[in-house]
């Protein structure tokens, strides 16, 4: 029986063991194994549409503006990297929980040398080796100036299976490890949260980073609060939690949720100081966490570009021949801003695609070094704290809505006005 004990008490979970054993993590609950097979068959299931199809979907710029911040954390974290690496040595990624490869555009323009991409959903996986093998013919046909990376595929549920055994090469260090929009549901159990910090951890090298996105569980938690029931939302997302009991439990926080044409599947609360814990026992320290909306002001000026390559924000009022993606009434933001600046048309998220968005935040954690081996030669790591920091709790409150960037100043700006909770 493993336990984790914490300021809030000791969670206890009906395991075998928290190490994995011949590449499994072995667990007496079959609640675990039912909801990993809803995760995968959720995402075997989703329709690989075109780009004019994607361009239809209610949500486009909610998805454009979420593909801005995982490029802005990627660029982030790979200037780094090459700031410290040796000159030739090539730069190794480890994309866990890849999908069906929406990043591999990303790794292209990184410049790195391997990629690694692992996903629990075989067609996901299977799709993602075909747009890598295009993308690679691609820059044949155009004598690309650039190499391109090599890769590998593995299909494997990233929160019970021991990744290393599965590489080509078990010897290798990776520089970057990045799991996106995905994190979450390793919180299922202690053993799935440990399994999956260990496969990010594993062969990464000292001063690497693991990057990665999830939504905040502090913001679920006030939102539930604010709303008074444990069902909430707009029109473009649906939270229902499935317990109303508080403090919620450190694993296995369970709730539902369903994002308009993407998402609709159980995910979990990630308790963060928990989080950081066990990220140390496998040597990962954290350097950074922001909210997205945080993460977009602290990056705007130097994503600008990206921002209107990306088409992260709709015009508003829409051009001639097109139309909104919402309702008139979710833009009422745009016209105060008009209004106050006078200007005469802004790139906006609809009201509810921004409350969507600010439910999730950015982390990165760095590896450390190993203070010392233990007997079974294992590294042991610093460990700055006993016990998880204490969490600031968070109270619903007026925050900043909607992001909205004016067409005569191309400098983004935020609107202060509804709340989002």
Not at 14 to 42: C, F, I, M, R, W
Not at 134 to 151: C, I, K, L, S, V
Not at 175 to 198: G, N, T
Request: glycine share 6%; with cysteine; hydrophobic share 30%.
């Amino acid at each position: 029986m493993e336990a984790l004990k914490t300021e809030e008490g000791t969670v206890q979970e009906k395991v075998v063991t928290s190490e994995p054993t011949n590449g499994e993590v072995q667990s007496s609950d079959q609640l675990n194994e039912s909801h990993s097979a809803v995760v995968a068959a959720h995402y075997n299931a989703l329709e690989e549409k075109g780009l004019t199809e994607r361009n239809k979907s209610r949500i486009v710029h909610l998805r454009n503006f979420n593909n801005w911040i995982k490029s802005m954390l990627i660029n982030e974290y790979m200037a780094l990297i090459k700031e410290g690496k040796s000159v030739g040595r090539p730069i190794r990624v480890l994309d866990m929980c890849c999908g069906k490869g929406g990043d591999l555009l990303k790794w292209r323009n990184a410049d790195i040398g391997h990629l690694i991409c692992a996903d629990i959903a075989g067609t996901s996986v299977d799709q993602c080796r075909s747009r890598y093998e295009d993308m690679r013919q691609r820059q044949r046909r155009e004598r690309h100036y650039q190499q391109g990376f090599t890769a590998e595929f593995i299909v494997a549920d990233c929160t019970k299976v021991r990744l290393r055994e599965r590489y080509k090469d078990v010897t290798l260090q990776l520089d970057l490890v990045s799991c996106q929009f995905s994190f979450h549901y390793c919180f299922e159990s202690l053993p799935q949260a440990e399994c999956m910090l260990r496969n990010a951890a594993e062969c990464l090298r000292p001063g690497g980073y693991f990057i990665g996105t999830m939504p905040d569980a502090n913001d679920i938690v006030a939102r539930y609060k604010a709303a008074g029931s444990p069902s909430f939302g707009n029109p473009v997302y649906k939270i229902e939690l499935e317990k109303e009991d508080q403090p919620f439990p450190l694993f296995g926080a369970k709730y539902g949720f369903t994002l308009v044409d993407v998402v609709n599947c159980p995910e979990f609360l990630v308790h963060l100081p928990t989080l950081e814990r066990l990220a140390r026992k496998y040597g990962l320290e954290l350097v950074s966490k922001s909210k997205f909306e945080e993460y977009y002001e602290q990056n705007k000026e130097k994503g600008r570009g990206l921002l209107g390559k990306m088409q992260a924000f709709e015009s508003y009022p829409p051009f001639e021949g097109t139309s909104l993606n919402g309702e008139e009434e979710e833009y009422t933001h745009a016209k105060a801003f008009m209004e106050k600046n006078k200007c005469d048309r802004v790139g906006t998220l609809s009201k509810p695609e921004w409350e969507a968005a600010s439910l999730y935040m950015v982390f990165a954690f760095r590896k450390m070094k190993p203070i010392t081996m233990d007997k079974e030669g294992r590294p042991v790591y610093e460990q700055q704290n006993t016990e998880p920091p204490s969490e600031k709790k968070e109270t619903p409150h007026k925050r900043s809505a909607e992001v909205v960037q004016s067409t005569e100043d191309p400098s983004p700006k935020k609107l202060k006005g509804d709340s989002t909770t």
